[in-house]
């Protein structure tokens, strides 16, 4: 690479060239370490989310449309959450999920989306409609139904009813809200749900909902994601976007 002349190292022709494309190298590492601001119109990737199949059916479209406007070079996946990914989150490759959990995961980072309580959910001609509130007799008289997909809704109910001496039959499980909410339009079935999707649910089909008659801890909304991206500049963009749409969709937890 270099010879000697006298007291001087002189670079050879094959130094001399890498001269020129080292110099190419470390341009090109210093404007990946530069701190440049963000242009999510020129951001390229498949951004991987993951929530409950009520997000990807009222809320997704959301952000969906926020994309398209303003990172339209972004392709978006979306994975039904399973509750053994909170131990997975680095080998699903999910970059953001939101999921409900009793307080926040240790290993992971986090945001507060919100909270709330549950009710009971059931079609706007069903026997029970006209009570003024519902009693735990009532509440187990009739077959439940349970949507499966997503995080945990209504074991907190269970655990209530138990300790009261009660116990509901789960006569139909579904792993989709859309299901759940033709079998209950057609049907006698319960369902205990978040007070936010028994809102909107109600708010669109021929549905009505209850107080239950009892007390249960509330639903603590958080959104996930791997510590490895908290200074990630696209997917700080991201977060704060979703996290704002989650908040403030119609069909979410923070309109109740």
């Given amino acids: 690479m270099l010879v000697r002349d006298g007291n001087q190292l ?3 022709p094959k130094a001399v060239a890498m001269r020129i494309r080292l110099a190419e190298l470390l341009g090109e590492f210093d404007a990946l370490l530069s701190d440049k601001p963000f242009d999510p119109q020129t951001w390229h990737q498949e951004f991987v989310l993951s929530s409950s199949d009520y997000v990807a059916q009222y809320i997704l479209p959301e952000v969906v449309s926020l994309m398209t406007d303003q990172a ?7 994975r039904l959450w399973q509750p053994d990914y909170l131990q997975q989150m680095n080998e699903t490759g999910i970059h953001l999920a939101s999921t409900m959990l009793p ?12 909270q709330d309580k549950s009710v009971c959910l059931m079609r706007r001609s069903h026997p029970l409609a006209n009570a003024k509130r519902l ?4 509440l187990i008289r009739y077959p439940h139904l349970k949507v499966t997909g997503g995080g945990d809704k209504d074991s907190q109910a269970d655990m209530a009813l138990k300790t009261l001496g009660y116990q509901r039959r789960i006569a139909l499980k579904v792993p989709f809200f859309s299901a759940a909410i033709n079998a209950l339009q057609t049907s006698d079935y319960l369902m205990i749900v ?10 669109d089909d021929e549905l009505v909902y209850f ?7 509330p639903h603590q909304y958080w959104l996930i994601w791997h510590p490895k991206y908290d200074l990630d500049k696209a ?6 976007r979703v996290l704002h749409t989650m908040q403030t969709c119609s069909y979410s937890i923070g309109m109740i």
Wanted: proline share 12%; hydrophobic share 35%.
């Fill in 10 to 12: 002189l670079p050879t």
């Fill in 72 to 78: 339209p070079h972004v392709n978006l996946a979306y």
């Fill in 103 to 114: 307080e926040p995961p240790k290993q992971l980072s986090s945001v507060k989306i919100g």
């Fill in 135 to 138: 009693s735990c007799e009532q």
């Fill in 194 to 203: 978040p007070e936010h999707i028994a809102l909107n649910l109600a708010k």
């Fill in 211 to 217: 107080t239950l008659p009892f007390e249960t801890e």
């Fill in 235 to 240: 997917h700080q963009w991201m977060r704060e």
